[in-house]
T-cell receptor
Framework: QKEVEQNSGPLSVPEGAIASLNCTYS??????FFWYRQYSGKSPELIMS????GDKEDGRFTAQLNKASQYVSLLIRDSQPSDSATYLC????????????FGPGTSLSVIP | GAVVSQHPSWVICKSGTSVKIECRSL??????MFWYRQFPKQSLMLMAT?????????EQGVEKDKFLINHASLTLSTLTVTSAHPEDSSFYIC???????????FGNGTRLTVT
């Protein structure tokens, strides 16, 4: 089992719709969870970080965390064509030191 | 947010030569920096964790003698790809660790092409 898994996509949604991105992780001791957006040829940029169970909202983005199910999700409301990118789920798998592991990414395409 | 500067942004080198990539944390001190590699259409793969003043910790399968990491100060880590080969062509990205479960902020990356 991979440490961090995401729905492979590509995911296509019409403009204005809600995009739902999912992520599961294997290390139950993980404490910190992040969503990054990466445009083609660019470095990842942080969208959200979440540390506690429940929902965290920031503008059009909502991250959801369920540690019991080892599940993290990202909802994008009112999707825009500019949201088209690859979304990376990342987990800080604390061992003797911080170690951030990335999922394979989900490609999102928002259709005008 | 944290600012990380990476240089160069792209480099083309001949097979057999060495290339050095610099990663600087501009507004914070990074005891730890991470080096990732990303091949086309793949995710970021952690190569090594760079620790200021001590040896880097390499991930399984990453050759420490090929990818030399130096973290001589709290704001600078360097990755040297030695005796580069075409299969080393990739996108290399660094990040500084602010600790306390803070998210990683990445440099702009270095696209290495080995001919």
């Amino acid at each position: 089992q991979k440490e961090v898994e995401q729905n492979s996509g590509p995911l296509s949604v019409p403009e204005g719709a809600i995009a739902s991105l999912n992520c599961t992780y294997s290390d139950r001791g993980s404490q910190s969870f992040f969503w990054y957006r990466q445009y083609s040829g660019k470095s990842p940029e942080l969208i959200m970080s979440i540390y506690s169970n429940g929902d965290k909202e920031d503008g059009r983005f909502t991250a959801q965390l369920n540690k019991a199910s080892q599940y993290v999700s990202l909802l994008i409301r009112d999707s825009q064509p500019s949201d088209s990118a690859t979304y990376l789920c990342a987990v800080n798998r604390k061992t003797s030191y911080d170690k951030v592991i990335f999922g394979p990414g989900t490609s999102l395409s928002v259709i005008p | 947010g944290a600012v990380v500067s990476q240089h160069p942004s792209w480099v083309i080198c001949k097979s057999g030569t060495s290339v050095k990539i610099e990663c600087r944390s501009l507004d914070f001190q990074a005891t730890t920096m991470f080096w990732y590699r990303q091949f086309p259409k793949q995710s970021l793969m952690l190569m090594a964790t760079s620790n200021e003043g001590s040896k880097a910790t390499y991930e399984q399968g990453v050759e420490k003698d090929k990818f030399l990491i130096n973290h001589a100060s709290l704001t600078l880590s360097t990755l040297t790809v030695t005796s580069a080969h075409p299969e080393d062509s990739s996108f290399y990205i660094c990040s500084g660790d602010r600790g306390q479960d803070s998210p990683l902020h990445f440099g702009n990356g270095t696209r290495l092409t080995v001919t």
